[in-house]
């Protein structure tokens, strides 16, 4: 029985490419897309464990997903003179329904089940020009997004400053308006102790006036009660004399 050919579809296809220098950990991605209408269960093998580290290194993939692998290539001293024989093999099987046991399914798999893919490692060192170009182009995108706070981190913080001056330019106004609240109660009350005033000060002056009506007439009758007085006593002495 012939083996069963790959059915996720690879890319890259057949070698994956670790550019330099390799002072620092060095990745590169590997991406699965299952265009199958089955789950498909995955797993990643290298000829060279300690060299590298892959996440993930197995799993599932749903039909119509893809997965991603980041593959990271540990530091190490290049020697171009050396060839890389560094190897990768993608193995797959078609997942059973329902199963959810990873390593139950490869432990239960049959040979004739199994599908893989391999892929040789590549290590691209780049020239010294290739390398100064890259820096100044690594300094020059470095100089240009310092020099443009507009970007999404920057667009939050003017978002933030706005929303700031904002929220103080109501309390400001909130404050504003309590104030006139005020100003305006306090002129009502002053307005109601002018009205009591001036009613106050209208009693009075009538008052004032009726008394004053008044006190003519009472002083009118004493003197007339005098002259009455007097009369009468010319009256009885003339008639005494007489």
Not at 74 to 81: K, L, V
Not at 154 to 168: L, T, Y
Not at 228 to 236: D, L, M, P, S
Request: proline share 6%.
């Amino acid at each position: 029985m012939s083996k069963l050919e790959q059915i996720l579809i690879l890319d890259p296809s057949s070698d994956l490419r670790f550019r330099g220098p390799f002072t620092d950990v060095v990745t590169t991605n590997l991406k699965l897309r299952n265009p199958s209408d089955r789950r498909v269960c995955f797993k990643v093998k290298t000829t060279a464990p300690r060299r590298y580290c892959v996440r993930p290194n197995s799993g599932l993939i749903d039909p119509g997903a893809t997965v991603t692998i980041s593959v990271m290539l540990q530091p190490f001293d290049y020697d171009p003179n050396e060839k890389s024989k560094h190897k990768f093999m993608v193995q797959t099987i078609f997942a059973p329904a329902g199963a959810t046991d990873l390593e139950a399914m490869w432990k239960d798999a049959k040979p004739d089940d199994l599908m893989d893919s391999k892929l040789r490692c590549v290590f691209d060192m780049p020239s010294d020009s290739e390398r100064m170009s890259e820096q100044e182009s690594t300094r020059a995108a470095s100089a240009l997004s310092a020099s443009r706070p507009e970007g999404p981190s920057g667009a939050r913080n003017m978002d933030d400053a706005e929303m700031r001056k904002v929220m103080e330019e109501c309390k400001r106004l909130q404050t504003e308006v309590g104030k006139l609240h005020d100003e305006n109660r306090q002129l009502k009350d002053d307005g109601l102790r002018m009205r009591k005033a001036n009613q106050y000060d209208s009693s009075s002056v009538s008052k004032s006036s009726s008394l004053l009506s008044k006190d003519p007439g009472s002083r009118s009758l004493p003197s007339l009660l005098v002259v009455i007085a007097a009369i009468f006593i010319g009256f009885f002495l003339g008639k005494f004399v007489l």
